[in-house]
């Protein structure tokens, strides 16, 4: 059937993106138990970043991207030296402090760029025919990095010294710290790579879709859903939770005729998931 | 003691509220020299992309009608100057804007803002307050205009008219389009621009097939909405009232589904540059109500070359936004003239009984009492243009008389 | 003993003549010739007081929710959707709201009372989206993303008589907070807070006591949502979103969580920078002001703008050359506590 199968690409392609998206805000939270909601903004800048060296300065637009993403990077090191590490990990009060960031981020793209909206031209054009229904390269290189990185990130956290550390800190900060663990160091390294995985996440969707200083709005509610629904604690959770939640924004808009309905739909399953697991589906103590 | 202190800081605060306000009178500003209107714009938000041209419309009005003199009021000369105030995205935004340009600014007239759900916002400020409100648009919906709105207005041709302008385009140019399918926001205009819109596809022989799509405003990703409307099967299809990363999306979608016949807008304002920003190739042939930046178009009055100089004299390429908030502005002094009153009431009773009025394209006319029981809608001659080889390509003029829009 | 009971005497006094003063001032603000705008604004300031202060009363059982804008939510559609569709008067319809309120934010806490810390607060954002999108599916009756208009005023078109019925509405709910919180009641939900194991060891059940502090956290919020329903008289998803319970966060922690005051500074303080700079600088550049409000807090003040006072001394005392006790250097360096 045509159509199941469009959609079919469509959830698949859907899931990489909010997988993506939701990785760098899952890091922070379960790792250093920090709501970062700045890192919808982030998203935003290292896509304007792209954008601007792509387009306006006319650098080929991989290696804008990269530039981007190391310039990002370090923005990380500095949000964790600067702005999360003097509240020692106070949840709350990072959540105040993004939340300033969010507004100076934004408002400095407003205020010198301008509201307008813009889009990324492809990273590689053209499409590819799966028999009846053709997906542009963009979307399958999407999906490959996704993957790859959910992969990574799950053999880093997991087989590496620094993934090792990263667990440690993140079940209790102070013991490791007695351990001989530098905790401002593997927090500086986790933000980094949130920052950077923003920053990925944000340039390709620039030019999937478009860009502008709101986007990373709308996609930090998804990353929010996203993590709810996986639970805190479990990276390999968020594969889960966006491969359901992907799927469903791919398949109900389409079968059901209200699109309001298709959105209440998705919530209802993911408090129906929380009734029975309200840690999420994967989500394990992390302090 | 603590407590005593912040108690104090406290106080400090409300006494310096209380002195600042007291020595800020809200007066009229109608006073012997400046006419100040109003302007509320959504310019953050979702809504800032298409409508931060709308202020620079107005500004291009103020300046035309200060260059040619002001407005005589009663023997007395004015200058209008417009403030403008950011509604933000939301009702509660515009609401604040509004209350502080009535109460703090003391202004007499507001102009601006389209989106559904800010224009009866303001309305809830304005009519209480007997200020007279001129919208750049009207998305369609009943609460937006009519008996129960003696003061509100609406400068420009909208929803409706865009819908006639665009669907009369279509049969004349695309013969062989019989069937359109029609994709609108889901955010409460479908109940409303429905049964309108296929009445007037019936009344000119061609019909919209299937339901309406609809799509949540907070949709990311267009490809289902796309899914549902290539599957109509229809010979066109027509995109409701949007912004433009939603037209751009849409398109994308559409046709990264392989559909390859007509896509065009109803929407009466869109801006065709933008959409092309953001879609690329997949916008190549998609038309609207839109002008181009060129005073070379067949038929453009000579109002319409000098605003299109001034503008890129500020370095702006003029589009339909401009157009909006130039003519909100525009046939709001109009009124203002010929009532020769700053009178808002007075101003409401004279506008809603002109037949005539001048406009940024020519003669135009007030109407709507059938469509929404007042005649309080500007309506003028549409621009119909397309994307061509990734420019905008002017077509042809609509006129929209009275057997059209009535 | 005497000079203490003499000092407490005092100290009384001044604090009463403290809050007649303040009451006195909002009491004729408005016949002092404020410009209507500024009235306008300072109702919203008094209801939104209310809003942090019950998000604090929530937070005294160790809970904390960012999703409290979703209650003000429910209050505000019940109390339109009911006085719209069945023409009764808000009086009856606003208390009906706060109820109906009340008890989904009981229902609600239920299933979510066992979870603690971080996994609440999580639950509570997806709350406050999960109230969104049901009513954007109810569309028919709540206008979805356009929302409602023309709903029933309170009062009639003049602001005047909503400024006092927030003052006194502000006045009474900050004294029945003020009460639970200073009573057994507040001591218990505070002991709940502190550690579920000590409390759930003295008998009480640390699951019910959550879920009625929540509720009664609810129905404020249902109370302050119905009201502004019908001052308002516009309404819309957006007005209770994300980012709405975001701030109201933001208001109780820049005043400081920990004071019964704190709410109240924080919210009065950060909703008066826009009013306040709107003339002086250019709208666009507010939020930079806003954000500078909550850095300068966020590092010198700890203890939030309620801890202004000790904070200031505890500079000065640098200068004052006095010795510094371990106490007050860990207020200082923020070093956590072991």
Same mark, same amino acid.
């Given at each position: ?82 702005? $999360? ?203 | ?406 | ?110 299933? $979510? ?226």
């Amino acid at each position: 059937m045509d159509v199941a199968l469009v959609c079919t690409v469509n959830g698949i392609v859907l899931s990489a993106i909010y997988i993506m998206v939701a990785l760098g805000f899952a890091l922070l939270l379960s790792i250093m138990g920090i709501f970062n909601f700045a890192h919808g903004a982030i998203y935003m800048v290292g896509a304007f970043i792209t954008y601007g060296l792509a387009k306006t300065i006319g650098i080929n637009q991989w290696v804008a991207l990269f530039i981007s993403m190391a310039v990002m990077g370090g923005f990380g090191l500095f949000l964790e030296k600067f702005c $999360f590490r003097p509240f020692g990990g106070k949840v709350f009060e990072v959540i105040v402090m993004s939340v300033a960031i969010i507004l100076v981020l934004e408002t400095t793209v407003v205020v010198t760029i301008g509201g307008s909206n813009r889009a990324l031209p492809a990273f590689i054009p053209g499409t590819i025919k799966f028999g009846v229904v053709s997906v542009s390269i963009d979307r399958i290189i999407i999906l490959i990095i996704g993957a790859i990185l959910l992969v990574a990130l799950t053999l880093l956290i997991q087989k590496s010294m620094i993934g090792q550390q990263m667990l440690a800190v993140a079940q209790d900060r102070e013991s490791a710290a007695l351990q001989g663990i530098n905790i401002n160091r593997t927090a500086a390294i986790a933000t980094a790579v949130a920052c950077i995985l923003a920053t990925l996440s944000g340039s390709f969707m620039s030019s999937l879709y478009y860009l502008g200083p709101f986007i990373g709005d709308g996609m930090l509610m998804k990353a929010i859903e996203v993590v709810i629904l996986s639970g805190i604690g479990s990276l390999g959770g968020i594969l889960a939770g966006g491969l359901i939640i992907g799927f469903m924004d791919a398949f109900l808009p389409v079968y059901l005729p209200n699109p309001l309905v298709a959105q209440a739909i998705t919530i209802g399953v993911i408090i129906g998931i929380l009734l029975i697991r309200p840690k999420g589906l994967f989500g394990h103590e992390v302090s | 003691m603590k407590k005593f202190l912040v108690v104090i800081s406290l106080l400090l605060i409300i006494a310096s509220i209380t002195v600042s306000c007291t020595s800020e009178k809200s007066t009229s500003t109608a006073n012997a020299k400046t006419l100040t209107i109003g302007e509320i714009e959504p310019l953050t938000g979702m809504f800032g992309d298409i409508f931060k041209y709308v202020p620079q419309g107005a500004q291009l009005a103020k300046d035309y009608i200060n260059n040619h003199g002001g407005i005589t009021i009663g023997g007395q000369k004015y200058v209008i100057d417009i403030v403008v105030r950011d509604g933000k995205d939301s009702p509660e935004g515009a609401t604040a804007a509004a209350n502080e340009l009535v109460y703090d600014k003391g202004v007499k007239f507001i102009a601006g803002t389209g989106p559904a759900f800010m224009v009866p916002a303001i309305d809830t400020v304005t009519e209480p307050a007997g200020v007279l409100y001129t919208a750049v648009y009207q998305n369609g919906m009943k609460v937006e205009m009519g008996p129960n709105y003696p003061l509100k207005f609406v400068g420009s041709p909208c929803s409706f008219s865009g819908q006639v302008a665009t669907l009369t385009y279509l049969k004349e140019k695309y013969p062989s389009v019989k069937t359109v399918a029609f994709i609108l926001i889901d955010d409460g205009q479908i109940a409303d621009n429905d049964p309108v819109v296929r009445a007037t596809a019936t009344k000119l022989g061609l019909s919209i097939v299937g339901d309406t799509v609809g799509y949540a405003p907070s949709t990311q990703d267009f490809t289902p909405v796309a899914q549902k409307a290539v599957a109509l099967n229809a010979d066109a299809i027509m995109i409701g009232n949007a912004i433009s990363p939603w037209f751009g999306l849409t398109l994308k979608a559409i046709r990264g589904l392989g559909y390859t016949k007509p896509i065009f807008s109803c929407c009466d304002a869109i801006v065709l540059p933008d959409i092309a920003g953001i879609a690329g190739s997949d916008a190549e042939g998609f038309f609207g109500a839109s002008i181009p930046s060129d005073p070379n178009i067949p038929d453009l009055p000579q109002i319409a070359k000098d605003v299109i100089k001034m503008a890129s004299d500020q370095g702006w390429q003029l589009n339909s936004m401009h157009v909006q908030g130039f003519s909100a502005v525009y046939s709001l002094i109009m009124a203002i003239k010929a009532a020769n009153s700053l009178d808002p009431k007075v101003v409401a009773a004279k506008w809603e009984k002109m037949d005539k009025i001048d406009t940024i394209f020519g003669a135009g006319r007030m109407g709507g009492l059938q469509t929404y029981g007042v005649n309080h809608n500007v309506y003028y001659k549409t621009p119909i243009s397309i994307i061509e080889n990734g420019k905008v390509v002017f077509k042809e003029w609509i006129s929209l008389d009275k057997s059209l829009m009535p | 003993m005497l000079k203490n009971r003499f000092l407490a005497d005092k100290r009384k006094i001044t604090k009463a003549a403290i809050y007649a003063f303040l009451l006195i001032i909002l009491l004729l603000l408005p016949k002092l010739g404020i410009s209507i705008y500024y009235v306008h604004i300072l109702i919203g300031v008094f209801l939104y007081i209310i809003m942090t202060s019950s998000l604090r009363l929530i937070n005294l059982s160790g809970q904390v929710s960012l999703g409290h804008a979703g209650l003000m939510c429910v209050g505000a559609y019940t109390s339109a959707i009911i006085s719209k569709n069945l023409d009764w008067t808000p009086w009856l319809t606003i208390p009906i709201g706060a109820l109906v309120t009340f008890i989904i934010a009981f229902l609600v806490a239920i299933p $979510f009372s066992r979870l603690r810390g971080l996994y609440f607060t999580m639950v509570s954002l997806f709350f406050g989206m999960a109230v969104l999108a049901i009513n954007e599916v109810f569309e028919k009756i709540t206008g979805g993303q356009s929302g409602m208009v023309g709903i029933q005023r309170l009062f009639g078109v003049s602001k005047i008589p909503y400024y006092y019925f927030c003052l006194a509405l502000m006045i009474v709910c900050l004294f029945i907070m003020h009460r639970l919180e200073f009573s057994r009641i507040g001591l218990t939900w505070k002991a709940v807070a502190q550690s579920h194991s000590v409390a759930s060891s003295t008998g009480i059940n640390e699951a019910r006591q959550r879920i009625i502090c929540f509720a009664i956290g609810g129905f404020f919020a249902g109370l302050v949502g119905a009201v502004y329903a019908h001052y308002y008289v516009v309404l819309s998803v957006t007005t209770f979103g994300f980012f709405t319970s975001i701030y109201i966060f933001i208001y109780m922690m820049v005043g400081g969580i920990n004071s019964f005051y704190g709410p109240i500074i924080g919210t009065t303080v950060l909703l008066l920078i826009q009013p306040l700079f709107h003339n002086v600088i250019r709208e666009k550049y507010i939020p930079f002001i806003f954000a500078g409000v909550l850095l300068i807090v966020l590092y010198l003040l700890p203890k939030g703008l309620f801890g202004l006072p000790e904070q200031l001394r505890l500079w000065t005392r640098k200068l004052r050359r006095e010795e510094k006790t371990a106490l007050q250097e860990e207020v200082i360096h923020r070093a956590p506590r072991n």
